[in-house]
């Protein structure tokens, strides 16, 4: 039977690593995903995983490991988060490109500089372009959940790809939450075990990994990764759909939060939601329409059904926990106008789409935030004016 337990995020996904019981971790500590390495070494040096568990000298030889590990045919995980990220740059389009199924929990959390340790998503939108698929979480149990699951999207047959799986830097990784922890049996039924296609250690079947691609062959490698992402989506949904029979829990490529009849609607990812879901609340008891839409899976990015989903509103906010510095806003907001742009609405119209750039580096955001941003947008809609394309919210001018 599952059960109810607290823990942290990190404990909470460490935990689903013990479940996963994967063949090779390859992990360096940083703040603020040290304990997700730490509580799962200590279910290696307990007996309690099979696992092989490295402790390299950077984050760059963690991830250069993990790839000769899943080369060779292993299940493989990892976890970073911030600079360590940043340190894995290069091998992050390394494995995507050799279509290798790591799973990566990313801690998420500000790159420097100046030097912060506390959350925003400049880490993962960085690397949000590297081939790998993304999913945020919003809590603990989300945490937990999408880490189990993204063995099984990364290990399908017609994926094969990496997948990070996010939770926000301290909001999630060091704050306790009870969460429903499934069997240990239950998981692993569900997981399966994985008997890759290649092995670079099946010599009766040698392969080619790391070949010097030039302007013959090089483009159509990067076609091909782009065809495997359109196939990505339905099997992210085919996954939620089996794990909803184990877990009594929805997933999705993103939730819609009372959107049905929505005039104004938040667009946001990670922790954030959870604090817009409450607003929403409020304000619906005050009359006001308000909707939010909170995104799961960021790559691939479920444009059309997204655009689909916002398709009704009169105006939309789009909040970024990182920004661009010299592109057009944050990097979801760029998102969503893509999206929108290419919407054929019934009418012809266009909705009103401004963003917010927030909490970066860990500024906290608060209630009174949120309502601004939905005072704002009903603003726009009574004048039919946007007097600020991007704003900054709770930044001291």
Known sequence: MPKIIARTGDDAVAEAMRQINPDVVVAYPIT?????????????????????????????????????????????????????????????????????????????????????????????????????????????????????????????????????????????????????????????????????????????????????????????????????????????LEVAKDFEKISKRKYGLFEEYKMDDAELGIVVLGSSAGTAKTVVDMLRKEGVRAGLLKIRVFRPFPAAEIASSLSHLKAIAVLDRSDTFGGLGGPVFEEICGALFNYQFPDGCRIPVVNYIYGLGGRDINLDHIKKVYMDLAEIVQTGKIKELVQYLGVRE
């Open 32 to 236: 603020p995903q040290t304990e997700i390495v730490q509580f799962f070494s200590e279910f290696v040096a307990q007996g309690r995983v099979k696992t092989e568990f490295i402790c390299p000298e950077s984050e760059h030889s963690a991830m250069s490991a993990c790839i000769g590990a899943s080369a060779a045919g292993g299940r493989v995980m990892t976890a970073t988060s911030s600079q360590g990220l940043a340190y894995m740059w290069e091998l992050l389009y390394i494995a995507s490109s050799y279509r290798l199924p790591i799973v990566m929990p990313v801690v998420n959390r500000a790159l420097s500089g100046p030097i912060n340790i506390h959350c925003d998503h400049s880490d993962t939108m960085g690397a949000r372009d590297s081939g790998w698929i993304q999913i945020f979480s919003e809590n603990v149990q989300e945490s937990y959940d999408n880490t189990i699951q993204a063995i099984r999207i990364a290990e399908h047959k017609d994926v094969l790809l990496p997948v990070m799986v996010t939770l926000d830097g301290f909001i999630i990784s060091h704050a306790m939450e009870r969460f429903e922890m499934l069997d240990d049996e239950v998981v692993q039924r569900f997981i399966g075990e994985y008997k890759p296609e290649y092995s670079l250690l099946d010599k009766e079947h040698p392969i080619t990994y790391g070949p010097l691609q030039l302007f013959d062959y090089y483009m159509e490698q990067k076609r091909q990764q782009h065809e495997v992402m359109k196939s990505v989506a339905g099997i992210v």
